[in-house]
Structure formats: structure tokens, C-alpha cells
């Protein structure tokens, strides 16, 4: 089955230093990356939606200056939490959309703590 | 404001009885709704979906119901394992089957089935 493959699984990190995250599709081309947070106790929130080769589409409320993502190929796409800061510390998770039919695969999650 | 509502933040099951978790939905655009299971620090993990067109979609032990004039679904689990204990998350989308649409979750039941 399609697997998507995210590091790290957790890092800790200073408040003013900046943090990537990578995702990336091991066996599928993966046309559609969607960044989602979560707090506790809370749903999945969707911060983003990146197709490859353009320009990310940001949720409203979601600081795109903050949170850079890149989807430079169909295999990977990238998470940059930028001049992070305690507020920032999330579980972040990464889902793919192939065209292998219609289904979503997530990454293992990323547990981001800001110090 | 949240399109996907899991009001039952939490349920408890004896082992070989039933569970039966809940989703109501506002937005009737909604054509397309999964349940994934979530484990604590991972990803969540696909485990089944129903098209509107259905009211019924059934895989082995899990069943999910969907009531359309009602905007309601729910997911059957029988017979109840302890091994089912996690959160189970609802999610929908209203891009009409397309690999290429996001999805909108509800906050999730944490299900708990003991021995």
C-alpha cells in the first residue's frame, strides 16, 4: 500500500529558530500534500494544500511567512516553521492524494515542542 | 466553525459487545466520508469510507451507516476488541470523489474497550 514517510517524529527546538519537516511519499507520486495541526483533545486542522511544482494554498488564519512549504517534487514535500515559538508547539501531520484512486495517506506525525 | 461534529469525546465498551461512534455533518455538499483510527504520536490510519450514494458500507468487524437527510453517520464495531481502543476520527469531502480534495474532521472519540 502507499506509505508516507515523516521526519522527524519529534524535535524540540528554541523559540526563534526554525524547524523543517520533511514528508515523503515512498511508492506513489504524490500530486496533493496537505499539511493538518492538531492540538490536544482537538481535531485535525488543515494549515495548507500543496500541489507539486506551485505555489501552497493556505487556510485562513495560517501565516504563510510562518509556515513555508515546499512541494518541489512529487515524492517530497517539506514543512519550515519559521522563528518558531512555544505557541508553535503542535503535533503537525502530512497527508498525501495520489492518483491511485481516491484515499489519503498520512505521515506518522511530527510532535514539534518550542522551548 | 466545525462542518464535521463528533459530540462524544469519549466512549467505553466491554470486549465482544458493540461500539457505535457518532458523526453529524452541517455542510450537504459533503459527498464522501471516511473513519480513520488514531493511535497517541501517529498518523491516523484509514479504516473505511462510504459515498453518499450508499446508506451502508460494511469491512469484516466495521460498518459505517450514513443517514443522509439527517447528516449523520456512524461507525459499528463488532465485536469489540481491546486492541480498537484509540481515537477514531470522522472526516468528509465535497470534491465528489476527486484524489485531489481535502478533508474536514470532526475532534475525534477516544474509544476505550476493556476486558
Known amino acids: 500500500g502507499a506509505v508516507v514517510s515523516q521526519h522527524p517524529s519529534r524535535v524540540i527546538c528554541k523559540s526563534g529558530t526554525s524547524v523543517k519537516i520533511e514528508c515523503r511519499s515512498l511508492?506513489?507520486?504524490?500530486?496533493?500534500m496537505f499539511w493538518y495541526r492538531q492540538f490536544p483533545k482537538q481535531s485535525l486542522m488543515l494549515m495548507a494544500t500543496s500541489n507539486e511544482g506551485s505555489k501552497a494554498t493556505y487556510e485562513q488564519g495560517v501565516e504563510k511567512d510562518k509556515f513555508l512549504i515546499n512541494h518541489a517534487s512529487l515524492t517530497l514535500s517539506t514543512l519550515t516553521v519559521t522563528s518558531a515559538h512555544p505557541e508553535d508547539s503542535s503535533f503537525y501531520i502530512c497527508?498525501?492524494?495520489?492518483?491511485?484512486?481516491?484515499?489519503?495517506?498520512f505521515g506518522s506525525g511530527t510532535r514539534l515542542t518550542v522551548v | 466553525d466545525q462542518q464535521v461534529k463528533q459530540n462524544s469525546p469519549s466512549l467505553s465498551v466491554q470486549e465482544g459487545r458493540i461500539s457505535i461512534l457518532n458523526c453529524d455533518y452541517t455542510?450537504?455538499?459533503?459527498?464522501?466520508f471516511l473513519w480513520y483510527k488514531k493511535y497517541p504520536a501517529e498518523g491516523p490510519t484509514f479504516l473505511i469510507s462510504i459515498s453518499s450514494i450508499k446508506d451502508k458500507n460494511e469491512d469484516g468487524r466495521f460498518t459505517v451507516f450514513l443517514n443522509k437527510s439527517a447528516k449523520h453517520l456512524s461507525l459499528h464495531i463488532v465485536p469489540s476488541q481491546p486492541g480498537d481502543s484509540a481515537v477514531y476520527f470522522c472526516a468528509a469531502s465535497d470534491d465528489r470523489g476527486s484524489t485531489l480534495g481535502r478533508l474536514y474532521f470532526g475532534r475525534g472519540t477516544q474509544l476505550t474497550v476493556w476486558p
Open positions: 455542510n450537504s455538499m459533503f459527498d464522501y
Open positions: 511508492d506513489f507520486q504524490a500530486t496533493t
Open positions: 497527508s498525501a492524494s495520489s492518483q491511485l484512486g481516491y484515499g489519503y495517506t
